[in-house]
């Protein structure tokens, strides 16, 4: 027997209510500032490393999510602040990249806390890297790959322990 109820139903306006507020004034692209293109909301893993005299400083590598995306550049959601003026952002998708990392080397453009713990650090990518940096970048390698979920990445050589 189906029974209705008018509680129910009314904590499920309220929840509506609430998500409509946050989605309603919170701003998922900020429109002002330097722009000069659109950006894309999408959560993209990513390794991020810094970049100082010609090599990745692999001290401070760490992964993240991507807040959008655009032409020129990146935001990125992490845990920690992240201090460096160049960095190398790498991307690894079975979709997008064919499963093979790709490397941007990027500068630092703004690095402010979010709250709960998060930073939000905006970079401006200046260069694809895989075509002139591949020896300085193999050490990033394996971190790129762990950007692909499990399922999708290559077995390891089982002869090569």
Known sequence: MFSFSFSSRQKTVDVQRYIRRLIDLTIPNNSSGDRFENRSNR???VALCAW??????????????TK?????GVGLILNRPFD???VVVGFCSQQATAGEPWFF?????TNFEMGGGFWLLGV????????KWGKELEPLVPMAMRLLPQAARPM????AV
């Open 156 to 159: 390891a050589d089982p002869v």
């Open 84 to 86: 460096a003026g160049e």
């Open 43 to 45: 959560a993209i893993p």
């Open 52 to 65: 100082e005299n010609r090599v990745p400083i692999l001290s401070t590598s760490t992964m993240a999510v």
């Open 68 to 72: 959008d995306i655009g032409d020129r």
């Open 105 to 109: 080397l990027g500068t630092k453009r």
């Open 124 to 131: 401006e990518l200046t260069e694809f890297m895989n075509e």
